[in-house]
Nanobody, 120 residues
Framework: QVQLVESGGGMVQAGGSLRMSCAAS????????MGWYRQAPGKQRELVAV???????KYADSVKDRFTISRDNAKNTVYLQMNNLKPEDTAVYYC??????????????WGKGTLVTVSS
């Protein structure tokens, strides 16, 4: 029904920047929260940033002042601007969205993930 497609991941040197996007498509009445999670090798998946339909945002302490999440509701797309990247940011980044269907029920959807590698 709903697919999330991430783009913009890749390899960058420490101190560099990347901008990722995630577009939702399919049977969508509306989207509540959209956000980004990441999972590094051997670690649990963690929240990076999230934004609600109303525009409020939350960030992990480790990325505050470096990452910025934004959203285009008309395109059902969420973005993550990542600046001053550090090697510890290396992880697979996953897009997440809470999608409201025509039946008014909310469901959690995940993208397949995109790898971000930050080299020293």
């Amino acid at each position: 029904q709903v697919q999330l497609v991430e783009s913009g991941g890749g390899m960058v040197q420490a101190g560099g920047s990347l901008r990722m996007s995630c577009a939702a498509s399919g049977s969508i009445f509306s989207i509540n929260a959209m956000g980004w999670y990441r999972q590094a090798p051997g670690k649990q998946r963690e929240l990076v940033a999230v934004t609600t339909g109303g525009g409020s945002t939350k960030y992990a302490d480790s990325v505050k002042d470096r990452f910025t999440i934004s959203r285009d509701n008309a395109k059902n797309t969420v973005y993550l601007q990542m600046n001053n990247l550090k090697p510890e940011d290396t992880a697979v980044y996953y897009c997440n969205a809470v999608v409201i269907g025509a039946d008014s029920n909310g469901m959690d959807y995940w993208g397949k993930g995109t790898l971000v590698t930050v080299s020293s």
